[in-house]
Structure formats: structure tokens, C-alpha cells
């Protein structure tokens, strides 16, 4: 993924879901003891906001809730340990934030896990279903099915 003189930048998208921590660990192996591993959460409003009172109110619920997935993350930093680990909290739309943030980072790829939520992306979430079409790097997708697999 990354040059020989560089080493590796991932971009993860993580939601707290089994098939995100999934995408952290095979990022993690991606990376290497000397990669960089960028992990994104994006909160974004739900679709009937709009005219609430509350929005500020709902905002701030869903940054909080954000913060706290990211503080809860047991990530060890060191050479013997993995790779350098970094979090990004950013709000808006999950897909364009991962793509905004990859892009930035100059990250050689974008890891998500598809969990498969709605009809019409049996496969892929939508989130992940998204990346494939917006991204400019390569995109891995970790499947629920192979999660299901592992265990």
C-alpha cells in the first residue's frame, strides 16, 4: 500500500460496531509497527431534525457520543505495541468525512466494516457502499459475514 519509503497511513471509520473493530485490528496489521493508523468517527444529525428545538441539543448528544466511542478505545502506542494511533472526531456525513480525512492525511487506504444494514445493500453498509464511489485510494471492506466467521 505505501511506498518503500514511507510507512503506511490507514484511515478507519468506526462506528463502535463489531465489524468497525474489526476494520481497527486489520488496519492495525496493515500498518505495521511503523504506520500511522487514523481512526474517524462522523456524527452527523438525524434526518428529522429539522424544525426541533433541540438541535443543539441533538448536536451535542451526538458529538458526546462520539467522544466517547473514541475515549473508550484500548489503544496501546509504542514500537512494540503497533502502530501510532490518532483520533478524529468530525461532524458531518460518515463516508465524506472517512473520504475528507483520507485525503488529508495522505492515507495510502480507507478500512470500514460493512455490516450489511439495509435491503438494497445486502453486502455492504451504506457508509462503505458510499466510499467505493467517492474515494480516491483504495477502500477495504470487512465483511460481517467474515467476522462471523472468526469466531
Sequence with gaps: MASPERAPTIVVGYD????????????????????????????????????????DQLLSQRRDHGEALLDALPLQVGPLT?????????????????????????????????RGLGRVRALLGSVSHELLHIADRPVVVIPAAAISAER
Aim: aromatic letters at 8%; a negative charge; hydrophobic letters at 45%.
Design 82 to 114: 503497533g502502530p501510532a494511533y490518532e483520533k478524529e472526531l468530525i461532524g458531518g456525513p460518515a463516508a465524506h468525512s472517512i473520504a475528507d480525512i483520507a485525503r488529508v492525511r495522505n492515507a495510502d487506504a480507507i478500512v470500514v466494516g460493512g
Design 16 to 55: 463502535g460496531s463489531d465489524a468497525a473493530r474489526a476494520a481497527l485490528l486489520f488496519a492495525a496489521r496493515q500498518a505495521g509497527a511503523s504506520g500511522r493508523v487514523y481512526i474517524v468517527h462522523a456524527y452527523e444529525l438525524p434526518p428529522d431534525f429539522l424544525g426541533s428545538p433541540n438541535y
